[in-house]
């Protein structure tokens, strides 16, 4: 079956720092790739998506490139701000009844 | 972008009573509606696939008869936990995939949080 593994937090950067969160996946055939935000309290909101191999997804200074070669959609974004910390999941959603599978949720925690 | 609600969005209710928690489309029809269950600290486990006018599916291990879900229309579904016990206890996130747009996306609504004393 579909599964996705990103890395375990909590991750805990300095204000401005370099952010990867990394992700990687196992599915038959073409997934769709996805990274969702989950702000403390609140549903998940979709960040970015991918829907074919070397697609980029990018959003509010995040982004993520499809690699099929490696299976992976590591999420990065340059200079990350207090605003950023929450939980960040990655996801695929493939097969006939379309169903989304997620990871276990990377937390981030960004200090001033 | 499309927006999908949740009502409540917090409940507390006894052991034993059974409580409805609604998810709506606001601006946009949804054929297809997934209901999810997230633990603390934990990623979120589809319950099932709610299609409108037909039966739910439920994924394995989750009990149809336990956690009652309707989709009456277009813009709503209910998932009803009936007979509600401790364990119950969790947060409930829905979503729906809007039937005219790109089939990949999903929106989620704010989830519900149960508490069942």
């Known amino acids: 079956g579909n599964s996705v593994t990103q890395m375990e937090g909590p991750v805990t950067l300095s204000e401005e720092a370099f952010l990867t969160i990394n992700c990687t996946y196992t599915a038959t055939g073409y997934p769709s790739l996805f990274w969702y935000v989950q702000y403390p309290g609140e549903g998940l909101q979709l960040l970015l998506k991918?829907?074919?191999?070397?697609d980029k997804g990018s959003n509010k200074g995040f982004e993520a490139t499809y690699r099929k070669e490696t299976t992976s959609f590591h999420l990065e974004k340059g200079s990350v701000q207090v605003s950023d910390s929450a939980v960040y999941f990655c996801a695929l959603m493939g097969g006939g009844y379309q169903k989304v599978t997620f990871g276990t949720g990377t937390k981030l925690q960004v200090i001033p | 972008g499309a927006v999908v609600s949740q009502h409540p969005s917090r409940v507390i209710c006894k052991s034993g009573t059974s409580v409805k928690i609604e998810c709506r489309s606001l601006?946009?029809?949804?054929?297809?509606m997934f209901w999810y269950r997230q633990f603390p600290k934990q990623s979120l486990m589809l319950m099932a696939t709610?299609?409108?006018?037909?039966?739910?599916?439920?994924e394995q291990g989750v009990e149809k008869d336990k956690f009652l879900i309707n989709h009456a229309s277009l813009t709503l579904s209910t998932l009803t936990v009936t007979s509600a016990h401790p364990e119950d206890s969790s947060f409930y996130i829905c979503?729906?995939?809007?039937?005219?747009?790109?089939?990949?996306?999903?929106?989620f609504g704010p989830g519900t949080r149960l508490l069942v004393l």
């Open positions: 979503s729906a995939r809007e039937s005219s747009g790109a089939q990949e996306t999903q929106y």
């Open positions: 601006d946009f029809q949804a054929t297809t």
């Open positions: 991918a829907t074919k191999a070397d």
């Open positions: 709610s299609n409108e006018g037909s039966k739910a599916t439920y």
